[in-house]
């Protein structure tokens, strides 16, 4: 797993409630992303963050917010849950030197009711 | 906007055949090419990662090749096994990280 830890795997929340899903990893990577996966979609990413602090956002990033307060900590927040944003959300990293691999997380299933 | 494509989006094969999986890209002006497997409710795992500069790698039974002219990307899969099927996906950056994602071609080897 290329040391990146997602938590929580699993959530079910009611529609309207705020959410946030944690990133966490060990491997010393500049690059750190958000990625949601959709039935005939494919993985579409959500934000993402090329430094502490420095963010920027993806092809589907309208009803979610990020941070970056540390180097091992990318934190996704769903300020509103809607049905919508049911889906697999996967934190990816990349960029430890000059290596440009990207390695992914094991995915949170989101469920909004 | 770069536009990744994968085909077929499933695949089923006997064991021991030797397969090709194809995936196409818009954008010529790429940085890296990257291969993933992921199987079902799971996350997904570096297989190979071509630069630009590249025109192949391989790991073990695993080799892809990389066009960029003609925008495609080609995954050999040697003497396919059970343990093989999976989905397996292409990821194109332009600039060294983010990445655009095809959907993927479902594998299934027969035994």
């Known amino acids: 797993d290329a040391g990146i830890t997602q938590s929580p795997r699993h959530k079910v929340t009611e529609t309207g409630t705020p959410v946030t899903l944690r990133c966490h990893q060990t491997e010393n990577h500049r690059y750190m992303y958000w990625y949601r996966q959709d039935p005939g979609h494919g993985l579409r990413l959500i934000h993402y963050s090329y430094g502490v602090k420095d963010t920027d956002k993806g092809e589907v990033s309208d009803g979610y917010s990020v941070s970056r307060s540390k180097t091992e900590d990318f934190l996704l927040t769903l300020e509103s849950a809607t049905s919508s944003q049911t889906s697999v959300y996967f934190c990816?990293?990349?960029?430890?030197?000059?290596?440009?691999?990207?390695?992914f997380g094991q995915g949170t299933r989101l469920t909004v009711v | 906007k770069q536009e990744v494509t994968q085909i077929p989006a499933a695949l089923s094969v006997p064991e021991g055949e030797n397969l090709v999986l194809n995936c196409s890209f818009t954008?010529?002006?790429?940085?890296?090419l990257q291969w993933f497997r992921q199987d079902p409710g799971k996350g997904l795992t570096s297989l190979l990662l071509i630069q630009s500069s590249q025109r192949e790698q391989t790991s073990g039974r695993l080799n892809a090749s990389l066009d960029k002219s003609s925008g495609r990307s080609t995954l050999y899969i040697a003497a396919s096994q059970p343990g093989d099927s999976a989905t397996y996906l292409c990821?194109?950056?332009?600039?060294?990280?983010?990445?655009?994602f095809g959907t993927g071609t479902s594998l299934t080897v027969i035994p």
């Open positions: 990816a990293i990349s960029g430890r030197g000059s290596d440009t691999e990207a390695f």
């Open positions: 954008d010529s002006a790429i940085y890296n």
């Open positions: 990821a194109v950056s332009n600039t060294g990280n983010q990445f655009y």
